[in-house]
């Protein structure tokens, strides 16, 4: 089973290029990437609902997003973390917002 849509959002530029081509090679069609902070891109896809967000914050954390992703109430989350702490308080915000957390 594959996705009909997926939409990368990543700030550096070099990897919205690298995944772009990864898809062109891999003959993956649907895929969309674009480049910017995360907080600004996600206000232009408030009316979209996604099934599934892959999450993978820098050390600060999603806490800006967190509101945003709730809204569209994706069936599941995957959050890839390198940063305990951090990881903890978002995984809280998502409790708050309904969500339950499985390992």
């Known amino acids: ?10 700030e550096n530029k070099r990897a919205v290029e690298d ?6 090679r891999n003959r993956i069609e649907g895929c ?23 999450l993978d914050p820098p050390r600060t954390g999603c806490k800006a997003i967190v509101p945003y992703i709730a809204e569209w109430k ?13 990881l903890a308080r978002d995984l809280h915000l998502f409790l708050e917002k309904g969500y339950a957390s499985r390992h």
């Open 19 to 24: 995944g772009r081509l990864n898809a062109l």
């Open 74 to 86: 994706p069936r599941k989350i995957v959050y890839v973390s390198c940063d305990p702490a951090t």
């Open 1 to 10: 089973m594959g996705a009909r849509e997926v939409l990368g959002i990543e």
């Open 32 to 54: 969309q990437f674009m480049g910017g902070k995360v907080e600004e891109a996600i206000r232009e896809f408030k009316d979209v609902r996604w099934d599934i967000v892959v």
